[in-house]
T-cell receptor
């Protein structure tokens, strides 16, 4: 009963390094999302995808890139990490036929130093 | 664009009392959905309850109910008979259903609820 799986759970990056947060869902959902949550705040949408090969920017896309080569996977790429990208990152998915249920991963804690 | 406002940064409530968490929203979309999520200290996002903008009745899920007042653009969460395990951050969120319904959620800043024994 995997649902939405994110890796890694914790990561420390140095300024200027790059990394990829992995997200996989096994529910055959069309829609996938990446959010970030800064301390004491709600989640903000970074990027989303409505299906394989289709991605679009959310509210806070700067400094990130995504790809959606398969239905299952939606990796988030951080290029040239900055301290402002220190946050908790959540991946989520929703099926077009699964009603209003949005499934979240457990989150990835990223610190840029 | 959508906006969610949660005006209570923190609340202290006595165990077994009922709790109302406030949420107001702003949107120009005629069709939308409203959600409440619980985030305990462990960090995961736990779905609590959903209300569609065209639903005639207020949503209920066990001890959770959503007091939906469309004209006032409010969607308050009511927790009956609070328990110590209810201590957590609570987020109100919404999504429009125009454009195919793929839009992500817009979240409020949350309310930190602490249940006292």
């Amino acid at each position: 009963n995997a649902g939405v799986t994110q890796t890694p759970k914790f990561r420390i990056l140095k300024i200027g390094q790059s990394m990829t947060l992995q997200c996989t869902q096994d529910m055959n959902h069309n829609y996938m999302y990446w959010y970030r949550q800064d301390p004491g705040m709600g989640l903000k949408l970074i990027y989303y995808s409505v299906g394989a090969g289709i991605t679009d920017k959310g509210e806070v896309p700067n400094g990130y890139n995504v790809s959606r080569s398969t239905t299952e996977d939606f990796p988030l790429r951080l290029e040239l990490a900055a301290p402002s990208q220190t946050s908790v990152y959540f991946c989520a998915s929703r099926g077009s036929l699964s009603g209003n249920t949005i499934y979240f991963g457990e989150g990835s804690w990223l610190t840029v130093v | 664009a959508q906006k969610i406002t949660q005006t209570q940064p923190g609340m202290f409530v006595q165990e077994k009392e009922a709790v109302t968490l406030d949420c107001t929203y702003d949107t120009s979309d005629p069709s939308y959905g409203l959600f409440w999520y619980k985030q305990p200290s462990s960090g995961e996002m736990i779905f609590l309850i959903y209300q569609g903008s065209y639903d005639q009745q207020n949503a209920t899920e066990g001890r959770y109910s959503l007091n939906f007042q469309k004209a006032r653009k409010s969607a308050n969460l009511v927790i009956s008979a609070s328990q110590l395990g209810d201590s957590a951050m609570y987020f109100c969120a919404m999504t429009p259903y125009s454009g195919g319904g793929a839009d992500g959620l817009t979240f409020g800043k949350g309310t930190h609820l602490i249940i006292q024994p």
